[in-house]
């Protein structure tokens, strides 16, 4: 069993190297639709939206509502800098380090308070916004692709919760608490593993 899990585990990380080039395709001709399907084209982005869904469900009340709401809203302050031409220096590294550290504070089942953890999110959200932003004048439509890009990252955060609630629906107690953990701390090793292919 520890030999199939150990095979999976492999597999998945050989095939990081392709899927982790997030803005590898041009954003020519792209509105909606592109702008929707672009956070799902890189595990940076959609791992780290994936784990402030995880962590929303992990803190419950206030939470679910806020800590998604701070990474959209700042996103797209983010998106408006990339935009404008605003530099913001080492934009892809801030992003990989955002799968690193919200997949930790899954895993470690902070508690920061409230305001903090959007703090926390929301200063991460701007560095995936910025990303995004600077392709932006390159799109067709760069309103309609913003808006795409902004549904579905709330989406993913919308998939993150229900992840988390489904684990620990469909695993009791206390292992259920640790199976959302275990799912942040692969978050986090994956985010690792994103740096070291970089």
Do not use: C
């Not at 595990?43 to 994936?50: E, F, I, K, S, T």
């Not at 959007?118 to 309609?144: D, I, K, N, S």
């Not at 993913?156 to 259920?176: K, N, P, T, Y």
Request: glycine share 16%.
């Amino acid at each position: 069993m520890k030999r199939l899990a150990l095979a999976s585990a492999a597999a998945a990380l050989a095939a990081l190297p392709n899927a982790a080039l997030a803005h590898t395709f041009g954003a020519h001709d792209a509105g909606l639709v592109h702008g929707f399907l672009h956070p799902v084209g890189g595990w940076d982005h959609l791992l780290a939206m994936v784990a402030v869904g995880l962590w929303a469900a992990q803190r419950g009340g206030n939470a679910l509502w806020l800590l998604p709401t701070a990474f959209v809203g700042a996103m797209v302050g983010g998106g408006l800098m990339g935009m404008a031409g605003i530099d913001l220096p080492q934009a892809e590294l801030g992003i990989l380090l955002s799968v690193v550290a919200l997949g930790g504070l899954v895993a470690l089942q902070s508690r920061l308070p409230l305001l903090a953890s959007a703090g926390v999110v929301a200063l991460f959200a701007v560095f995936h916004g910025h990303a995004h932003g600077t392709e932006m004048p390159e799109a067709a439509q760069p309103l309609l692709y913003g808006l795409g890009f902004a549904v579905s990252t709330a989406l993913l955060h919308v998939a993150g919760i229900g992840a988390a609630l489904s684990l620990r629906r469909l695993v009791e107690g206390r292992r259920g608490t640790l199976a959302v953990r275990g799912t942040g701390a692969l978050v986090g090793l994956a985010g690792v593993a994103l740096i070291a292919l970089g």
